[in-house]
């Protein structure tokens, strides 16, 4: 690996940066911390056990579902969010464990 690549942990941790850097993607992990408050209304499936259609998260954003889905893409990346497909529908749940670590690498790179 030469200097300008960065290593695998780094590059995630600047995936996390760049994800958390958004004002949407922040709405999104927000929304999504309580998936029963925000889209009771999905019928398809639970959205607490099954995650949240990614048509309901643009919806509830008031934005173009290709616009949601580049963002919640990158959540994904960040490994924030797992992705579960199922027939021609994605949906969405927070990635509580990868969200603590992230947290607590934060916690312990600000604090020295």
């Known amino acids: 690996m030469n200097d300008a690549t960065p290593a695998p942990a780094d590059a995630l941790r600047e995936a996390q940066l ?9 709405t999104i992990l927000r929304l999504l911390r309580d998936p029963a ?8 499936a ?5 995650g949240v259609c990614m048509s ?5 954003l008031g934005i173009a579902q290709p616009t ?3 963002h919640l893409d990158l959540l994904r990346q960040a490994d924030f969010l797992k992705v579960r497909r199922q027939g021609k ?3 969405c749940r927070r990635d509580e464990p ?3 670590d992230f947290l607590a690498w934060l916690k312990r790179d ?3």
């Not at 760049?18 to 922040?26: E, G, K, L, T, Y």
């Not at 639970?46 to 099954?50: H, K, L």
Request: charge should be neutral.
């Open 18 to 26: 760049r994800a958390i850097s958004s004002d949407v993607r922040m």
């Open 37 to 44: 408050a925000h889209f009771s209304g999905q019928v398809s």
């Open 46 to 50: 639970d959205p607490v056990a099954f």
């Open 56 to 60: 309901l998260i643009a919806e509830a």
């Open 68 to 70: 949601a889905s580049r």
């Open 89 to 91: 529908w994605s949906y």
């Open 98 to 100: 990868a969200i603590r």
């Open 110 to 112: 600000l604090e020295g």
